[in-house]
């Protein structure tokens, strides 16, 4: 059945197109950087914004008009299912990501609840099949019931973290039957409010806890998806554990968990964190840790986590520079619109709209990442401003020949110092060009 009937499959027409059903960027099958659009990107719809979100914000109810509305919730469930599938088609997007909790209805018992899932993912399963859709990651919603009101694997409950770890079983389970690439953990209440009643050591070695049981159920079952973390300072809990790439990197290294992980980066995440998003991603980058990406924006006028779609050319283009750079580029993860439409944008064809312009301004920003990299419009820039480690007294400190002593010697012999401008807005400038030349 038809979910979406006044919408077409949606084609690449190219940036003269005055259709709004078609991308003026977005060309699949284009090679850029020695890969198709579609190997670069990876996009993934986010089940929770498109299907289940629908508009109510705390001063307001829902706004968003969906044919499956009226529906009992299995039957709501299994309507998301058909209309997933065919927003996938019709986008020519090849991934979806979900928690446990937008795909099926909570049931009473554990035991009622992981019924309802089987009955949904068996769904699920036959439509990838029948697509060639695939499940970019899953994840476990471990926030929203009021059990996890202490928070879930670093709760002060034992019983609590229990559950919450059953559900976790289930999860990887899920991901094994349904082959997802990746599986994601984000701890919204993981974190705490207060210091004064919070054990923050037994917390922390719990969250380590958690993630080890899972690493090894994991490979018990012979799930082999990548494991993410995906860091946020805040929102909902006051403070979060996965605070930023370099938090969550530490935390891994210190609970020896670094190489069993790495990074779902949410830009959004980033500007909550007080840092770009290009910051989060190089952090993660140059620690070999840069896993994914959930794409999208936040609005610099508020201060919480506005998910809005990606419209942003300069941090598209910089992310993609970083993904560019990266080991393998995206690998096994991918661009993750974890977005939202506004909540006055609540028409059916605007989940499309949202979505055509997530992705064109992602292939935007591939095209001029690929050409800040081929004319080395940076690279350059950053070497010649570094070449003094390259030669001499700078060669010999990163060579770690270096000591205290041969600097100072050096130092008593030396000419005085001579600094270089680091000609900031001329660069921005050089990138402004770049970015609208593609
Ligand atoms: C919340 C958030 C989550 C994760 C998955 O801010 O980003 O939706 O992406 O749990
Ligand atoms: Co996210």
Request: hydrophobic fraction near 40%.
């Amino acid at each position: 059945m038809s979910h979406f009937s006044n919408v077409p499959k949606i084609q690449y027409e190219g940036r003269d197109s005055k259709n709004p059903f078609a991308f003026k960027h977005y060309n699949s099958q284009e090679i850029v950087f020695g890969k198709t659009m579609e190997e670069h990107l990876r996009f993934a719809v986010a089940y929770w914004h498109t299907f289940n979100a629908s508009g109510a914000d705390p001063f307001g109810a829902g706004t968003a008009v969906r044919a499956w509305d009226s529906l009992s919730p299995l039957d709501r469930s299994k309507a998301r299912v058909e209309a997933n599938f065919e927003l996938l088609e019709k986008l020519n997007v090849p991934f979806y990501a979900f928690h446990d909790a937008d795909i099926a209805p909570e049931g009473a018992t554990l035991a009622e609840t992981n019924k309802n899932l089987d009955v949904i993912v068996a769904m699920l399963k036959d439509y990838q099949k029948s697509t060639g859709k695939k499940l970019l990651w899953n994840t476990v919603n471990l926030f929203t019931n009021p059990r996890y009101v202490h928070g879930a694997s670093t709760t002060s409950n034992a019983e609590v973290f229990a559950y919450a770890a059953a559900t976790l079983k289930k999860g990887l389970e899920v991901g094994k039957e349904l082959g997802a690439e990746n599986y994601v953990f984000w701890g919204g209440r993981e974190g705490y409010e207060s210091l004064l009643n919070t054990d923050l050591k037994l917390e922390l070695d719990n969250l380590g806890r958690f993630l080890h049981m899972a690493v090894d159920y994991a490979k018990e079952i012979g799930f082999d998806a990548q494991f993410l973390i995906e860091p946020k300072p805040m929102e909902p809990s006051k403070h979060q554990y996965d605070f930023d790439s370099a938090t969550a990197i530490a935390f891994l290294q210190s609970y020896g968990l670094k190489d069993k992980f790495k990074l779902n980066i949410e830009a959004n995440h980033a500007t909550l964190a007080g840092h770009t998003f290009e910051h989060e991603l190089r952090t993660a980058r140059i620690n070999g840790m840069l896993g994914s990406i959930d794409a999208n924006q936040g609005d610099p006028l508020l201060g919480w986590d506005t998910d809005e779609f990606p419209t942003d050319l300069v941090t598209t283009t910089l992310a993609m520079f970083e993904i560019l750079k990266n080991e393998g580029g995206i690998g096994r993860g991918g661009v993750n619109f974890d977005a939202k439409v506004r909540r006055s944008s609540f028409e059916d064809e605007d989940l499309f709209f949202a979505h055509i312009a997530g992705m064109d301004t992602y292939a935007r920003g591939l095209k001029a990442a690929a050409k800040l990299i081929e004319n080395r419009v940076l690279d350059d820039i950053v070497s010649h401003r570094y070449r003094s480690f390259s030669e001499g007294i700078g060669a010999d400190i990163v060579s770690g020949k270096a000591t205290l002593q041969s600097l100072e010697a050096y130092v008593l012999q030396a000419k005085p110092i001579r600094n270089e401008s680091a000609r900031l807005e001329q660069i921005k400038a050089n990138l402004n060009d770049v970015i609208f030349s593609v």
